[in-house]
């Protein structure tokens, strides 16, 4: 059985740093691309962020490229979500996912495997 557990949000002020982390059981990371996604109250599940298989290259949604960065570590079956410079618009549910995809580019219907979610709140 596969999951993805997510961890590391909290209640930040703008301009604050997080660092979220996702780790999997029930697969091997390093045969998987990761991503990270967000959703806040009433809208859509959004792209934030990916890493792929191999070669670890990364892809960023405009809105956070800059600002937020992906690692994995496949020795620890993880991976990380790093938050810099936090704006109040960052504010939402953030998930991490598994694709088999090379390169997903962002598709959530390319993801085959998620995780429940860790709350991000920025306060202005």
């Known amino acids: 059985q596969v999951q993805l557990v997510e961890s590391g949000g909290g209640l930040v002020q703008a301009g604050a740093s997080l660092r979220l982390s996702c780790v999997a059981s029930?697969?091997?990371?390093?045969?998987?691309?990761m991503g990270w996604f967000r959703q806040a109250p009433g809208k859509e599940r959004e792209f934030v962020g990916e890493?792929?298989?191999?070669?670890?290259?990364?892809y960023y949604a405009d809105s956070v490229k800059g600002r937020f960065a992906v690692s994995r570590d496949n020795d620890k079956n993880s991976v990380y979500l790093r938050l810099d410079s936090l704006k109040t618009e960052d504010s939402a549910v953030y998930y991490c996912?598994?694709?088999?995809?090379?390169?997903?580019?962002?598709?959530?219907?390319?993801?085959?495997?998620w995780g429940q979610g860790t709350q991000v709140t920025v306060s202005s």
């Open positions: 029930g697969l091997i990371m390093s045969s998987y691309t």
């Open positions: 890493v792929t298989w191999p070669g670890a290259s990364a």
């Open positions: 996912a598994a694709s088999t995809m090379f390169t997903p580019w962002g598709r959530p219907d390319l993801y085959a495997y």
